[in-house]
């Protein structure tokens, strides 16, 4: 069956290229863009956009009739390092959004959720390495509390109501079409632009913290591939641990110097350092891989090299 989706914070990091994509598959007028204000203006003119406040359930009704929505991508959410200077904005946003969706679905006006969790879920107690799909779960930010409540909100959902919702959590997340806003894996973008900018970039995380991260491309794939998976296959209502590449900021600087061999990096730490530390290095992602078939294509050097040379095609276009 044909879908219509409806994507809540279609102008932030995610938002911008799955909107893009979505398009690209379902047809330009069947993607309804939102965000809680104009943004973005590629996800703004390449289709329908409409103003919504992802914690406004009514808002989202409206939109959802206007256009007989079957599907909702809820992307709006505060991150991890934003989320520890406004913890209860944090707390409101990223749960009054989900529990609106989640009634929205409940109440039977679509028939599909899409909700991202995040590698924050876990915690400094949690295994490093290979950190297992079930296992000790500490989480010590807001938004890190925020997901793994709203994960198991979304089990609760899909158990008691046969809400079909689906959610992955997201390690960091590399892009070079859209900026992150407020995230502590944030610094794996910037450190793009400014090498490309300036040939150098001071990092707020120490050279050797390794963490979990993702292309973009693949985190899109995996997105996508989750929501058209057969519902007997989706086997986890509470969300699937993917996982791509890993890397410390001193293994990145190695890989950006291959293309420009002056870049250099500094080392600048503060608060974000305290949260990269609790979260793990690896992340096992079996069940993703058995259940539905999840498997990325970009390593460390092949993303490296497709970010740099677009970036700097970017840059001598103007
Ligand atoms: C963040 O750093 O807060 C996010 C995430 C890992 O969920 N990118």
Redesign the pocket.
Same mark, same amino acid.
């Given at each position: 069956m044909s879908q219509t989706i409806l994507i809540l914070g279609a102008c932030g990091q995610i938002g911008v290229e799955l909107t893009e994509k979505l398009r690209t598959i379902y047809g330009t007028n069947r993607v309804i863009a939102s965000d809680i204000r104009n943004g973005n203006t590629l996800s703004m003119s390449s289709g329908p956009f409409e103003i919504i406040d992802a914690t406004n359930k009514e808002a989202i009704l409206t939109v959802v009739k206007k256009y007989k929505v079957t599907q909702i991508y809820l992307l709006a959410a505060m991150?991890?390092?934003t989320g520890e200077s406004f913890p209860e904005k944090a707390w409101n946003l990223n749960m009054t959004s989900l529990l609106a969706v989640l009634d929205i679905a409940k109440e039977k006006h679509i028939k599909q959720v899409y909700w991202p969790s995040?590698?924050?879920v876990f915690g400094p107690t949690t295994p490093k390495n290979n950190s297992p799909q079930k296992t000790i779960m500490e989480p010590t930010t807001v938004?890190g509390i925020s997901k793994l409540s709203g994960e198991f909100w979304c089990q609760y959902y899909h158990d008691k109501y046969d809400v079909d919702v689906r959610s992955l959590r997201?390690?960091?997340?590399i892009s070079w079409k859209s900026s992150?806003g407020?995230? !502590? !894996?944030?610094y794996a973008v910037d450190i793009f632009f400014k090498a490309i900018e300036k040939g150098t970039y001071d990092c707020f995380l120490e050279e050797n913290t390794r963490l979990p991260m993702m292309y973009m491309e693949d985190a899109i794939d995996a997105t996508i591939k989750i929501m058209q998976a057969k519902s007997d296959d989706i086997k986890l209502r509470t969300s699937y641990n993917v996982s791509a590449i890993d890397f410390t900021p001193k293994e990145l600087a190695v890989q950006i110097r291959q293309y420009i061999p002056n870049f250099s990096i500094t080392y600048s730490q503060d608060f974000r350092q305290e949260i990269a530390d609790s979260w793990p290095n690896t992340i096992d992602d079996s069940e993703a891989r058995k259940d539905w078939g999840w498997s990325p294509t970009y390593t460390l050097s092949s993303m490296t090299e497709e970010i740099v040379k677009n970036l700097l095609a970017q840059k001598n276009q103007y």
């Open positions: 991150l991890s390092a995040s590698i924050a938004y997201y390690p960091g997340i992150p407020g995230g !502590t !894996t944030d």
